[in-house]
């Protein structure tokens, strides 16, 4: 069964904390994207990664930054956490493009995120 | 404007009727993807179309490439069903994709 697994389900940090987010995808995949979920927004791309040590910005990278070191691991990293960045944090995983057929993202259960 | 327009934004409907949530677009894809996100977080994968029409079990998603435009019906709705629906688009040449906002179904027993 495919997997995506994120390193803790709650989190509460205080502000200027650096924060660690942690995800681990077990299928071999290239890409690898972490998004942020809050209401009336929708998921919006903090970063992605398409091979280990590369890296992309998305839509909203002020704030955050993130390390590929190896291919099944993407760490999100916020240097000093603010109370704008309390949300629910996802992480997601796909083959690359041309690979096969689907290029469906698989999920994991997300990091709800409170900064106080 | 968002590239990717849902509606509606909320719908609650008894058990048993027949759902439909809308999708628009505004730029040229490459895929289509349907999702799910059941309270506590999980986003599950349901359908990804290029063209056409797909079906699994009681839902179905068809796409207008021509119109931008793409619906995910629910036949037989159940209480079960009751989540959040969200469309996404991959845009041609991207490995990433757009999200809309998301569609609340409620189903009522």
């Known amino acids: 069964d495919v997997k995506v697994t994120q390193s803790s389900r709650y989190l509460v940090k205080r502000t200027g904390e650096k924060v660690f987010l942690e995800c681990v995808q077990d299928m071999d995949h290239e890409n690898m994207f972490w998004y942020r979920q809050d209401p009336g927004l929708g998921l919006r791309l903090i970063y992605f990664s398409y091979d280990v040590k590369m890296k992309e910005k998305g839509d909203i990278p002020e704030g955050y930054s993130v390390s590929r070191e190896k291919k099944e691991r993407f760490s999100l990293i916020l240097e000093s956490a603010s109370t704008n960045q309390t949300s629910m944090y996802l992480c997601?995983?796909?083959?690359?493009?041309?690979?096969?057929?689907?290029?469906?993202?698989?999920f994991g259960p997300g990091t709800r995120l409170t900064v106080l | 404007k968002n590239e990717v327009e849902q509606s509606p934004q909320n719908l609650t409907a008894q058990e048993g009727e027949f759902i439909t949530i809308n999708c628009s677009y505004s730029v040229g894809i490459s895929a289509l993807h349907w999702l799910q996100q059941h309270p506590g977080g999980g986003i599950v994968s349901l359908f990804m179309l290029s063209s056409g029409k797909k079906k699994h079990g009681r839902l179905i998603a068809t796409i207008n490439i021509q119109e931008k435009h793409s619906s995910l019906h629910i036949t037989a709705s159940h209480p079960r069903d009751s989540a959040v629906y969200i469309c996404?688009?991959?845009?041609?040449?991207?490995?990433?994709?757009?999200f809309g906002t998301g569609t609340r179904l409620t189903i009522i027993p």
């Open positions: 996404a688009v991959r845009l041609s040449g991207n490995e990433k994709l757009t």
């Open positions: 997601a995983s796909s083959q690359r493009t041309g690979r096969g057929p689907y290029n469906e993202q698989f």
